[in-house]
């Protein structure tokens, strides 16, 4: 199974489950220092690419650290010393590794982590986005994928994003756990050149170097933290910017992957009512609208593929053309709501959009969400909203 | 041998003077005289007192590279230091500086895993016996008697071996040194830099702040550690151990000097009675005893 | 995306080497180490145990002299010094 990911000389498709599309990537990104520890449901990514180093076909160091915390801790090392770098991780890794997430994420560390989504605890290794979401205000992007074919795509995207001299901060790409990572799917991987052509090597902003000293994240005043996190939110908002274009640029170059920070499905000027989900569940919902079609009901998908930074402004306009909001959310922020649905609320209140607003969560440790539960929760909303 | 000092004086100056530390600061003697003996090093800082006496961005104390990061992340950060420079072709040399509460304590995960992988890192633990940038509280390295801010009434266990730790790791280089001899350590730092794989030094650096002992007196405690037999000086290389010429003479506790002598140095031990003093003369004698078992 | 925004540059979190990077901390002194040429018999111990760098000495053969704008006043110099016959090269003195 492990050889097909080998150095591709054309542009091929495979079958590969989600774990090997992130390795396949990540390989095709040409990392120089990769540190991780495993975990399932991402053991898979980190057992790929450490037979791809030892075997040759990849060449970069592989750090076997003993714990997530020292992976983070390992790689900002790494990135700091010039060299672009990967790491992986899920669940109670991300965090056990969350201090230097932070870390990572505050003193602009351009690395790129999928984060194979699971539940936390009790134990329970089966998906939901509690994970990654606890994560959300850490100070990195973060994609939610939707199949195998984005993952690959998004990740190798991630790099050209993360180390943009004008964003320069980490990237989580989310994928939920099993129903992407261990499902083999059809995935077009592009080939070495065709990446190589996209993706420029690592050009660090700042590098550990005798030869010109500085020291990283010191001792820093009010004053000081505040300049940081001013330019941090003005990343952000760079990031807003630039990430369509590289999409749009990896599009060209490469092929299918669409600039769009929300992803639209169906009829949105007939729809009744758009239901709002990340990653898998934002695919199911397109199978529940053609479902619902069968009975007669229009009903449209957004799916936000990029939740940090939050597509505010692209989410607005296309709420503002429907009656009716179902927000899916798959991660709760205890003592409120699920996160999504929250953060979409607050922009309705800033841009004054009038809509019928519905909110569940479903799915939590892997609960199984189909497209026949989906259909009925909006046909629940249509009949409470005659 | 050690060095003579005129061999040192063309060292590089890595430490600029006006800094936060301490008038007296045991750290800053390590510092100065380890970190300049070592070729284009790049110094991985955890939370200790090294990441506050560095003083306040954008300006810095430190004049080599340095990466300050979380307290349980030092060897980590090494790691991706030294792997990255290999990858880069790049000639230097990345060192873990971490205090006794880095080391000992909440980073000795980090610490050994990167040991166990053998990874290209010279690892300082400047010792000072407690958490003194939070303002003197215990740790693993505090030794029995001492009072700290979490044992007001003076610490009730012994002290950590954590060079007999890391000898279980069987790294290629082991030393302790004290800022009490500063040729000494930086003989042994010179040494140590000529070895590849994962390198530790642990330096005995009083504290005057924290010990409530004169500022003066900062090099000397550093003698008396060793002239009593409480802070052994010595080097273990492919597992053997050889005690250091300085040192090597308190085996005998004949020739020791009192312990009292030391203690009463310092404030902090000033709770001690009589039956912890005489335990602290077996917790040196059973260190001296398990040290001998590595010869 | 046709929008046209600045795009500022990021600011990173690095400290340049900086000397006397707490200010003059020759302020803290209550004491002064005060050099007696005539006991000095260049050992340098001195030099070898000042925590701070402020005892100078720009080649070996030469005298030390003091850095009084960073010198924090701690006594190491006085205390390390051998001197000459029992006679120290270093004394502390008020300020």
């Known amino acids: 199974m492990k050889e097909m990911v080998q150095t591709l000389e054309k542009p091929q498709t495979k079958l590969m489950t989600g774990s090997e599309a992130v390795a396949t990537a990540a390989k095709l990104s040409r990392p120089q220092v990769i540190a991780a520890y495993p975990i399932t449901p991402q053991t898979e990514i980190v057992e790929t690419l450490s037979g791809m180093v030892t075997r040759g076909e990849l060449n970069a160091e592989y750090i076997n650290v003993e714990s997530e915390h020292s992976a983070m801790g390992a790689v900002i090392g790494a990135s700091l010393a010039g060299t672009r770098t990967f790491t992986a991780t899920s669940s109670h890794g991300l965090l056990y590794m969350g201090e230097l997430v932070w870390w990572a994420g505050l003193t602009r560390i351009p690395v790129v982590m999928p984060v194979v989504n699971r539940s936390l605890n009790p134990w329970n290794i089966w998906p939901d986005h509690q994970d990654a979401m606890t994560f959300r205000d850490a100070g990195w992007i973060q994609f939610y994928a939707k199949n195998n074919q984005e993952v690959l795509d998004l990740t190798i995207c991630a790099f050209k994003i993360a180390e943009h001299h004008k964003i320069w901060m980490p990237v989580m790409v989310c994928l939920d756990g099993f129903i992407l990572s261990h499902t083999t799917a059809q995935v077009e991987i592009p080939s070495q050149s065709d990446v190589d052509n996209f993706l420029p090597s690592f050009k660090p902003l700042a590098m550990l170097d005798p030869d010109d000293p500085f020291a990283h994240g010191s001792l820093t005043d009010s004053e000081g933290i505040w300049e940081q996190r001013m330019s941090l939110i003005a990343g952000f908002d760079n990031a807003r910017v630039i990430i369509p274009q590289i999409l749009t640029e990896y599009t060209e170059k490469i092929g299918r992957l669409g600039n769009y920070m929300v992803e639209v499905t169906g009829d949105i000027d007939n729809a009744e009512c758009a239901i709002v989900a990340l990653g898998t569940m934002g695919e199911e919902a397109e199978q529940a609208i053609e479902f619902l079609a069968e009975k007669n009901i229009k009903a449209v998908v957004f799916r936000p593929r990029v939740f940090r930074p939050f597509p505010k402004k692209e989410l607005i306009s296309l709420i503002k053309q429907v009656p009716r909001l179902l927000v899916i959310d798959r991660a709760v922020s205890f003592g409120n709501a699920g996160q999504l649905a929250i953060e979409i609320q607050a922009e309705l209140y800033a841009s004054k959009v009038d809509v019928k607003f519905y909110q569940i969560i479903r799915g939590l440790g892997g609960k199984d969400v189909s497209y026949a539960d989906i259909a009925a929760e909006v046909e629940k909303v249509l009949k409470e909203d005659k | 041998m050690n060095v003579k000092i005129p061999e040192m004086m063309d060292r590089p100056e890595v430490l600029l003077r006006g800094n936060f530390a301490c008038a007296g600061c045991g750290l800053s003697i390590a510092y100065k005289t380890a970190i300049s003996a070592l070729n284009r090093p790049i110094v991985v800082i955890p939370a200790c007192c090294s990441s506050v006496i560095q003083s306040l961005h954008p300006n810095v104390t430190y004049n080599v590279p340095t990466l300050n990061i979380a307290f349980a992340a030092h060897a980590s950060a090494a790691s991706g230091i030294a792997r990255a420079k290999k990858m880069r072709g790049e000639d230097t040399t990345t060192v873990v500086w971490s205090g006794d509460g880095g080391t000992f304590d909440i980073g000795l995960a980090t610490w050994s895993g990167a040991a166990e992988r053998n990874e290209n890192i010279i690892h300082f633990c400047y010792d000072n016996n407690f958490y003194s940038n939070t303002g003197a509280q215990r740790s693993g390295a505090t030794p029995r008697g001492a009072v700290t801010t979490t044992t007001p009434g003076g610490k009730k266990e012994k002290r950590k071996s954590i060079v007999r730790i890391m000898a279980a790791h069987d790294i290629p280089y082991i030393a302790t040194a004290s800022i009490g001899y500063p040729r000494d350590l930086y003989t042994k730092v010179k040494k140590a830099s000529l070895i590849e794989g994962y390198r530790f030094i642990l330096i005995d650096a009083p504290c005057p702040t924290g010990w409530n002992s004169d500022p003066a007196l900062t090099p000397e405690l550093g003698e008396l550690a060793v002239k009593t037999g409480y802070f052994p000086l010595y080097e273990i290389e492919k597992g053997k151990l050889t005690f250091s010429r300085r040192g090597e003479r308190y085996r005998d506790p004949e020739k020791r000097v009192p312990i009292e002598e030391y203690l009463s140095k310092q404030s902090r031990f000033k709770k001690m009675t009589s039956t912890q003093i005489l335990e602290v003369k077996k917790d040196i004698q059973h260190e001296w005893d398990q040290l001998s078992l590595f010869e | ?95």
């Not at chain 3, 995306?1 to 003059?24: C, F, H, Q, W, Y």
């Not at chain 3, 180490?33 to 701070?52: A, G, R, T, V």
């Not at chain 3, 010198?71 to 008020?94: D, F, N, T």
Request: proline share 8%; glycine share 10%; aromatic share 10%.
């Open chain 3, 1 to 95: 995306m046709n929008e046209e925004i600045e795009l500022k540059d990021p600011v990173l979190p690095l400290g340049r080497p900086t000397l006397g990077s707490a200010g003059e901390t020759g302020d803290w002194r209550t004491f002064r180490p005060k050099f007696i040429e005539e006991n000095c018999i260049k050992c340098y111990k001195c030099w070898l145990s000042c925590p701070e760098g402020t005892i100078r000495v720009d080649a070996h053969g030469e005298f030390p002299y003091i850095d009084y704008d960073y010198c924090k006043g701690c006594g190491i110099c006085v205390h390390v010094c051998p001197g000459r016959k029992k006679q120290k090269a270093l004394e502390m003195v008020p300020e």
